[in-house]
């Protein structure tokens, strides 16, 4: 079964994708397997740590997590930094209005947008970093160990005598 906090980072991006804000191909999920510098635009989706806030229940175990997306939209040319803001105020709409993320957070807040520029003297190069944080709930179910296998009584039949009258052994079938 996927990691809720996978299906969070795979829903974003399957938002970002549908809504057409970069090219097909060029929303990433991992740093493993980077964009192309030279690519014009792309944007990466990365989930750096996931805390827990408190439990809502020991049993089952239930926890309410606090999850750090960032969202890093990366373009190049000479409008870079004008190109990157638009790709990170397209993102605040499109993630802010959907707070639960179709059922799978109770929240997203966007706590911060840093933008980086990189270039000598001219812009050839930015970067904007849009940091959310999404508060969801894990559950982790009890494992019941059911090692149940045999019982025995002893039948005090008559009046209490404290005398055993009979006795039996009960077998589960396993």
């Known amino acids: 079964m996927t990691h809720l906090r996978t299906q969070i980072r795979q829903y974003i991006a399957a938002a ?3 809504a057409g804000l970069v090219p097909t191909g060029q929303v990433y999920q991992s740093r493993v397997h980077a964009h192309d510098s030279d690519i014009a635009q792309a944007i990466e989706i990365r989930t750096p740590v996931d805390t827990i806030a408190g439990n809502v229940s020991d049993a089952p175990k239930i926890y309410r997590r ?23 105020d397209q993102i605040e709409a499109l993630l802010l209005p959907d707070h639960s ?13 840093t933008i980086e ?58």
């Open 16 to 18: 970002i994708e549908a």
């Open 66 to 88: 606090l999850l750090a997306v960032e969202i890093v939209c990366f373009a190049n040319g000479e409008t870079a930094e004008d190109n990157v803001n638009t790709l990170a």
């Open 101 to 113: 993320l179709s059922g799978l957070a109770e929240d997203v807040d966007l706590e911060s947008t």
């Open 117 to 174: 520029l990189d270039g000598a003297g001219l812009t050839t190069y930015a970067e904007a970093t849009l940091g959310f944080v999404v508060r969801y709930i894990s559950e982790h179910p009890v494992v019941i160990s059911d090692d149940f296998n045999s019982a025995y009584v002893d039948w005090d039949m008559a009046t209490p005598d404290a005398q055993i009258d009979a006795q039996d052994q009960l077998t589960l079938p396993q």
